[in-house]
C-alpha cells in the first residue's frame, strides 16, 4: 500500500511550478497505479492553454470558479466546486480561474513527473528506458 500525504510534497520534486499552476502530484508513473494523481492549484486571474494530445485527463473541482472553453466548438463551460470536466477527446481547451482553483486530476497514461506544459499546451509523452 502506498500512503501519501500532501503536506510532506512541498519542496520535493513531486511539487512542479509553472506561471498559472502549482501540481502535487500524490501519485506517479513509478507508483505503479496505471494512472497518476495531482492536487492542483491554478492561480486566481489566469488563463491556461492546454492540449494534452497524449494524455486523457479527469479534473475535479473541488475548491474556487472558473471556465473551461473549447475553441473547437465555442463552448464555454462554467467550473465550480463539484464539477468534474474529463477530456476524453483530447480537446484543445483554456482553462481561465475567476478565484483560485483546486483541481483533483488524474492522467492516463500516468505522468512521470517533471512535466510542464509546452508553448502549445501540450505534456510530453515520457518514455522510460
Ligand atoms: C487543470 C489542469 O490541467 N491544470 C494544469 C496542471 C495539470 N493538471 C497538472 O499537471 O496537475
Redesign the pocket.
Known sequence: MIIQRLAELSGTDRE?Q?D??T???LLLKKDGMGF?L???V?RAGTS?C?H?QHHL?A?YCIQGRGTVYVPATDTTYQIEAGTVYA?NGHENHI?SAEVE?R?I?V?NPP?VGP???DEHGI?PLIVEE
Open positions: 512542479v509553472a498559472n499552476w501540481s502535487r502530484r497518476s495531482h492536487d492542483t491554478i491556461t492546454i494534452y485527463e479534473v477530456l482553462l482553483m483541481m486530476c492522467f505522468l512535466e510542464v506544459h505534456y
